[in-house]
């Protein structure tokens, strides 16, 4: 059984950046291509990135695409999310996932992810 621990989260004021990490255990890291999504208060929780390793693409939100970068450690079988000119509206908790359903063209789908961590709370404000 996968599981998913984020970690990262926290206050920080508009235009900071924070990273987010999510530890990966209980089968191959390499064999799921892993995505973050996010929930903010009162909203459905909605795409944020992705990433197929092999071959390897990396998908966007448009809201978060230039500012958010994805990446992983294979070493610490960890997944990261590097958020930069962080703003208000990124406030939310952010999930990190591990996909197991259909092709690369549901990669922004949260139906196509098996596995969720916890979440991590951001919160954007001065």
């Known amino acids: 059984q996968v599981q998913l621990v984020e970690s990262g989260g926290g206050l920080v004021q508009p235009g900071g950046s924070l990273r987010l990490s999510c530890v990966f255990s209980?089968?191959?890291?390499?064999?799921?291509?892993m995505g973050w999504f996010r929930q903010a208060p009162g909203k459905e929780r909605e795409f944020v990135a992705a990433?197929?390793?092999?071959?390897?693409?990396?998908y966007y939100a448009d809201s978060v695409k230039g500012r958010f970068t994805i990446s992983r450690d294979t070493a610490k079988n960890t997944v990261y999310l590097q958020m930069n000119s962080l703003k208000a509206e990124d406030t939310a908790v952010y999930y990190c996932?591990?996909?197991?359903?259909?092709?690369?063209?549901?990669?922004?789908?949260?139906?196509?992810?098996?596995?969720w961590g916890q979440g991590t709370q951001v919160t954007v404000s001065s």
């Open positions: 990433k197929n390793w092999s071959p390897l693409v990396t």
């Open positions: 209980g089968r191959t890291f390499s064999s799921y291509p």
């Open positions: 996932a591990a996909k197991q359903y259909g092709t690369m063209d549901v990669m922004t789908r949260d139906y196509a992810y098996a596995y």
